[in-house]
C-alpha cells in the first residue's frame, strides 16, 4: 500500500499502537532505520514535507529488491507488545495497515531508501520513497543489505558521535524508565 506521509525532524516510524515518540532517535549504526522499544524510526533527508512510503506485511521474509533505485536497504528487529506496527510520524497518523500481522511479537522490518540526497535538510514534497516491509521473526542483529547515499553516512557519523545524555534515551515517553 502507497501513503503519502508528511515527515518533520527528518523522521517517520513504524510505532506499535499509540506508543509516543521516543525523547530522542536511539543510536544505530546503519544510517537508515534505528530501533527502539515499541517500533523503530526512519531517518529521512528532508527536514519536512510530504514522502511516498510503500508497506507491505509477510508472513515470512519477502524477497530482497535490490531493483528499483533503492540507495539503502536495511533489516532490523522491533518487538511489538501490543500487536499493531504501523507507518507514522509526527505530524502525520495516517489509518494505515498493520503490519504487525501475527500479533504481539518480535517482527523483522526491512527498509528500503531513495531519494534522501535530493535535498537534504529541505522541504521539496515527494523527492523520497520508502518501502517497508515487516514479517514474524525472532530477533537478531541488524542487517546493511545496501548503503551508498551520502545522507545515510551523515546520520551514521552524527549518531556515533552523540552520547545520551539522559538516562530516558531511546525510550518512548510514555514508557518506565527503569
Do not use: C
Amino acid at each position: 500500500m502507497d501513503t503519502e506521509l508528511h515527515v518533520s525532524y527528518h523522521a517517520f516510524g513504524i510505532i506499535d499502537d499509540d506508543l509516543d515518540w521516543p525523547l530522542d532517535p536511539p543510536p544505530s549504526g546503519n544510517g537508515l532505520i534505528h530501533p527502539f522499544r515499541g517500533g523503530a524510526f526512519v531517518s529521512t533527508g528532508i527536514h519536512s514535507g510530504r514522502i511516498v512510503v510503500r508497506t507491505g506485511a509477510f508472513d515470512a521474509a519477502p524477497p530482497v529488491d535490490a531493483g528499483h533505485g533503492w540507495e539503502s536497504i536495511v533489516e532490523v528487529s522491533v518487538s511489538s507488545r501490543r500487536g499493531k506496527l504501523r507507518v507514522r510520524s509526527y505530524d502525520d497518523d495516517p489509518e494505515g495497515t498493520t503490519l504487525s500481522t501475527a500479533g504481539r511479537g518480535s517482527y523483522r522490518v526491512r527498509a528500503y531508501a531513495a531519494g534522501r540526497d535530493t535535498d537534504i535538510d529541505g522541504t521539496s514534497p515527494l523527492v523520497e520513497t520508502y518501502r517497508i516491509e515487516v514479517w514474524p521473526a525472532a530477533a537478531t542483529t541488524s542487517l546493511v543489505l545496501r548503503a551508498e547515499d551520502r545522507y545515510g553516512e551523515q546520520v551514521m557519523r552524527e549518531m556515533s558521535s552523540d552520547e545520551p545524555s539522559d538516562p530516558r534515551d531511546g525510550q518512548a515517553m510514555n514508557e518506565p524508565v527503569f
